[in-house]
């Protein structure tokens, strides 16, 4: 029963091109979050939402959304996707707060040719 | 600003022998600092987190130790085995409610039987 999962596992496309990455998790979190890890495996915060709000938004381009339905979903939609975009994004989700264990999912790598 | 430095970068040791890893930060408000081992293909996992009113923790083969004054933690692994090959990342979380963490850059462990 997989706490967080995310959808693709795999992403090839072309630069241009419009593509989304769907989380989910079923640990009944309030805060989920999106983290990318680039080519020397730095993990750095993107987005956060807590309760369907968003909390952080760490200077990503604006060609990245993110969309919270509902607090067990987040999902990430990339426009216009460049070279620099490939890595490998990982959804987590917390319950927030002062405790704080991030739950990850096992990553989308995506890769822009 | 928001600052860790994670040493080494990576790190080979035999099968059996001990391994520690050292993290840094910069906020002092910091008081949640957790370590994440993410084998290869999958997202980070906590194994083990310290909290800024403790000094040390241990769970089994792995302890970490928090100096606040320094502003350095470690992560200690003894009895090291190959199953322990992988990278490990330490994190802070400062005073905010955000569940934001900032990542070291990472450690990659080998352990050769």
């Known amino acids: 029963d997989t706490a967080v999962s995310q959808t693709p596992k795999y992403l090839v496309t072309q630069m241009g091109n419009d593509k989304s990455i769907k989380c989910e998790q079923n640990?009944?979190?309030?805060?989920m979050y999106w983290y990318k890890q680039d080519s020397k495996k730095f993990l750095k915060i993107m987005f956060s939402?807590?309760?369907?709000?968003?909390?952080i938004n760490e200077t990503v381009p604006n060609r990245f959304s993110p969309k919270s339905p509902d607090k067990a979903h987040l999902n990430l939609h990339i426009n216009s996707l460049e070279l620099g975009d490939s890595a490998v994004y990982f959804c987590?989700?917390?319950?927030?707060?002062?405790?704080?264990?991030?739950?990850f999912g096992q990553g989308t790598r995506l890769t822009v040719v | 600003g928001e600052n860790v430095e994670q040493h080494p970068s990576t790190l080979s040791v035999q099968e059996g022998d001990s391994a520690v890893i050292k993290c840094t930060y910069s906020?002092?408000?910091?008081?949640?600092f957790p370590w994440y081992k993410q084998e290869l293909g999958k997202g980070p996992q906590l194994i083990i987190d310290?909290?800024?009113?403790?000094g040390e923790k241990k769970d089994q083969r792995i302890a970490v130790t928090l100096n606040k004054t320094a502003k350095h933690f470690s992560l200690h692994i003894t009895e090291t085995q190959p199953e322990d090959s992988a990278v490990y990342f330490c994190?802070?979380?400062?005073?905010?409610?955000?569940?934001?963490?900032?990542f070291g850059q990472g450690t990659t462990l080998q352990v050769k039987p």
């Open positions: 906020d002092s408000a910091s008081n949640y």
């Open positions: 987590a989700s917390s319950q927030g707060g002062l405790v704080t264990e991030a739950f």
């Open positions: 640990l009944g979190h309030d805060t």
């Open positions: 310290i909290r800024s009113n403790v």
């Open positions: 939402y807590n309760n369907k709000e968003l909390i």
């Open positions: 994190a802070e979380h400062g005073s905010s409610n955000t569940g934001k963490l900032i």
